[in-house]
């Protein structure tokens, strides 16, 4: 084989397996989009399984006051204290950027529910990081930003 064979091969190798990662990022990247609209549906329904699915034990959140919570203190407050009841979540804007097995999804919700009786009806913008363990993409952190106005 000459040399300019060998390099074609390699050139047409490396390009495959560069069509296959940005195929397999593709897919990684709607089924992130995904992930985020399943959340939001598994909140408004109370479907605590799917949640505990998507959301990792060890997922923390800071909020738009700037408090860190965890999992188990967000799950309690919407399933079992019930200070928290969630009534509508919109979630739209979505990017999603994957890094080989870590992920940043950001995007926009609008929120209407009620903490310790006190109505809300708010816009945020979001970052939530995913790592992919065992074959499945999982939160680890999120953050949410109070956006003024409707935005």
């Given at each position: 084989m000459t040399r300019l064979s060998l390099a074609a091969l390699l050139v047409s190798v490396l390009t495959v397996h560069a069509a296959e990662q940005r195929s397999d990022a593709g897919k990684d990247e709607r089924l992130l989009a995904e992930l985020q609209q399943t959340l939001a549906k598994a909140w408004v329904s109370g479907d605590r399984a799917t949640l505990e699915q998507i959301i990792a034990p060890d997922w923390s959140s800071t909020g738009p006051d700037g408090r860190r919570t965890d999992r188990a203190t967000v799950l309690a407050d919407v399933f079992e204290t019930?200070?928290?009841?969630?009534?509508?979540?919109?979630?739209?804007?979505?990017?999603?950027?994957?890094?080989?097995?870590?992920?940043?999804?950001?995007?926009r919700t609008h929120g209407v529910g009620e903490v310790q009786g006190s109505p809300y009806d708010v816009f945020i913008r979001f970052t939530d990081t995913f790592v992919r363990r065992e074959g499945r993409w999982r939160a680890v952190a999120s953050h949410a930003s109070l956006l003024a106005g409707r935005h």
């Open positions: 019930r200070v928290h009841k969630i009534h509508r979540v919109e979630i739209d804007d979505v990017t999603v950027r994957v890094f080989g097995a870590a992920a940043v999804v950001t995007g």
